[in-house]
């Protein structure tokens, strides 16, 4: 079976920093683009960073030099540091595994079950 797990989230300061973790199994993780989405309460869920099997890096705007993601494939892990944390930061975060197979014009997706990160003084 395919899981995501992960872990990291709590209550923190404004200004303060956290780092999520996401461990994935029953994947070639390598393979797989590697993704932090997020969902705040009354809100559509948003692409946070992503990180694709290459290295490459692309994050929200709103996020920008402030959080960095990174992989660890021997690990089968993902990471998101998040620093100087705002308020608005506040959501719970979700892991995503993403393969697409462009002769195929399949795609493959899956996602961990959530942790919440609450950003308050």
């Known amino acids: 079976q395919v899981r995501l797990v992960e872990s990291g989230g709590g209550l923190v300061q404004p200004g303060g920093s956290l780092r999520l973790s996401c461990a994935g199994s029953g994947i070639t993780f390598k393979i797989y683009t590697m993704a932090w989405y997020r969902q705040a309460p009354g809100k559509q869920r948003e692409l946070v960073a992503a990180?694709?099997?290459?290295?490459?890096?692309n994050y929200a705007d709103s996020v920008k030099a402030r959080f960095t993601i990174s992989r660890d494939n021997a690990k089968s892990e993902v990471y998101l540091q998040m620093n100087s944390l705002k308020p608005e930061d506040t959501a719970v975060y979700y892991c995503?595994?993403?393969?697409?197979?462009?002769?195929?014009?399949?795609?493959?997706?899956?996602w961990g079950q959530g942790t919440q990160v609450t950003v308050s003084s």
């Open positions: 990180i694709t099997s290459a290295g490459s890096t």
């Open positions: 995503n595994a993403e393969r697409r197979i462009a002769v195929s014009e399949r795609s493959y997706s899956y």
